[in-house]
């Protein structure tokens, strides 16, 4: 059993940043791959960045690439999600997801994650 909390979550203009965290409990956090996801209120829950189990490789959506940073602290038990230039259409609920059996090729598939978050509200104003 694994348990995740998000936090960090607020309200920011665009062009602003907003750092994301979200601390893990259980089992041995350094053994998961972890990602994020977000949903927006009528729309499907997307992928958004994912990072490996030794923080050596990350992945990101088209539509953050270049602006979101995803990071682990194993010793802390926590993984990370900078997100800078936001934009109004990054608004939604976040989500962080852990993998003990992670693909790359179906990272982005719900159904690839083992436990989930509650998440956390990110709203950006124009």
């Known amino acids: 059993q694994v348990q995740l909390v998000e936090s960090g979550g607020g309200l920011v203009q665009a062009g602003g940043s907003l750092r994301l965290s979200c601390a893990a409990s259980?089992?041995?956090?350094?053994?998961?791959?972890m990602g994020w996801f977000r949903q927006a209120p009528g729309k499907d829950r997307e992928f958004v960045a994912a990072?490996?189990?030794?923080?050596?490789?990350?992945f990101y959506a088209d539509s953050v690439k270049g602006r979101f940073t995803i990071s682990r602290d194993n010793a802390k038990n926590t993984v990370y999600l900078q997100m800078n230039s936001l934009k109004p259409e990054d608004t939604a609920v976040y989500y962080c997801?852990?993998?003990?059996?992670?693909?790359?090729?179906?990272?982005?598939?719900?159904?690839?994650?083992?436990?989930w978050g509650q998440g956390t509200q990110v709203t950006v104003s124009s």
């Open positions: 997801a852990a993998s003990l059996l992670f693909n790359v090729a179906t990272m982005y598939l719900l159904n690839e994650y083992d436990y």
């Open positions: 259980g089992r041995t956090f350094s053994s998961y791959a």
């Open positions: 990072i490996s189990w030794g923080g050596g490789s990350t």
